[in-house]
């Protein structure tokens, strides 16, 4: 992000925080597919539209107190997590839901080898730990840094690698076990 993008983020966000409409709809057209997505990792597909709504009515009422001290992306993720993470709390549920990789953008019309590829890694991934499968899709689907997520997660960036590591080898492993000879 370059200096001029984090100036008009700072501008939107602030605008944002004092009621103006416009600036709200452009966070929500913005950020809402990412939103989305990390809802329904989370709490599945059937309850991530509820957890997206609840989480855009929480940071409206929660953007005068963003100080930039990280990201806006950042702190709108946790914000997410938080609130899916609440929704599994209300609910009783303790597991994270692992979507389907067809997020990956594996094209409609992927070939049958495309197609076994991603149910075989999507049932691997479902064999890791919560935590671990977490830490992996940030890093791996949304592209976060060690940084991103260590804030997000709440523990140090060095922690952030070992875990990664730790389910990279688990998913290779999960793979291996399910017939994987590639």
Request: glycine share 4%; charged share 30%; net charge negative.
């Amino acid at each position: 992000m370059s200096a001029n993008d984090k100036t008009t983020e700072e501008d939107l966000v602030c605008r944002a925080a004092s009621g103006d409409r416009d600036a709200q709809r452009q966070i929500y057209e913005t950020y809402g597919d990412r939103v989305y997505r990390t809802a329904e990792r989370i709490v599945g597909e059937s309850n991530a539209a509820d957890v997206m709504q609840n989480a855009f009515i929480h940071l409206f009422g929660k953007l005068p107190s963003f100080r930039n001290e990280s990201t806006f992306a950042t702190w709108l993720h946790r914000l997410v997590v938080n609130e899916a993470l609440q929704h599994l709390r209300q609910r009783g549920r303790r597991t994270m839901k692992t979507q389907p990789l067809t997020q990956l953008d594996v094209a409609a019309e992927t070939t049958s080898l495309a197609s076994e590829v991603v149910e075989m890694v999507t049932k691997a991934m479902e064999r890791i730990e919560p935590d671990l499968r977490w830490i992996f899709e940030l890093k791996e689907v949304d592209e976060l840094s060690y940084a991103q997520i260590a804030e997000i997660v709440g523990i140090p960036e060095g922690t952030v690698g070992s875990r990664l590591n730790r389910a990279r080898r688990e998913l290779r492993e999960q793979l291996l076990k399910l017939g994987w000879d590639h």
